[in-house]
């Protein structure tokens, strides 16, 4: 019986700022919640391989496999595209200028620039021999020697 007075002053005793209600309410509750979860966790596990979906006769056809995969090799690269792996590479099919090709332009009034072949460049700089008069807000003019042309962005 002095087992029995120590395990019920444990449990019924509140500890300090617990209601003695509130104390007696959980031990009640505590028994009750464990036997709920229990049912639902048996239930959960009977109820799992019943109810797996059953394959019907139309999707239950076997595919044979005879242990060989038929890969195809694919296609060559054609050879009229670019190499991406180069900086600056056209394709064949594309047509070379002879002179500097201008990819891009940068204008400001202060300070316009300009992509040409590979390098940025500004008015007075030298590409190709060309040297480089005036950037205009959609193209280029280059001097060499007394030939002078303007060109616009290439595509």
Do not use: H
Not at 132 to 142: Q, R, T
């Amino acid at each position: 019986m002095k087992i029995w007075e120590q395990v019920k002053a444990k449990l019924l005793t509140p500890k300090r700022g617990t209601s003695p209600a509130r104390q007696k309410m959980m031990i009640l509750v505590a028994p009750v919640l464990v036997l709920v979860l229990l049912v639902v966790v048996v239930q959960a596990i009977k109820k799992a391989p019943g109810t797996a979906a059953k394959p019907s006769k139309k999707t239950s056809a076997a595919v044979a496999f005879d242990g060989k995969i038929n890969w195809e090799l694919p296609a060559v690269i054609p050879d009229n595209l670019r190499d991406p792996m180069v900086f600056g590479a056209t394709g064949p099919d594309k047509e070379t200028t002879s002179g500097p090709v201008v990819k891009g332009i940068v204008y400001s009034a202060d300070n316009p620039c300009a992509v040409v072949g590979d390098r940025i460049v500004s008015a007075g700089d030298t590409v190709g021999g060309a040297t480089i008069v005036k950037i205009n807000p959609d193209s280029v003019e280059f001097s060499m020697g007394d030939k002078n042309w303007t060109q616009k962005v290439e595509r």
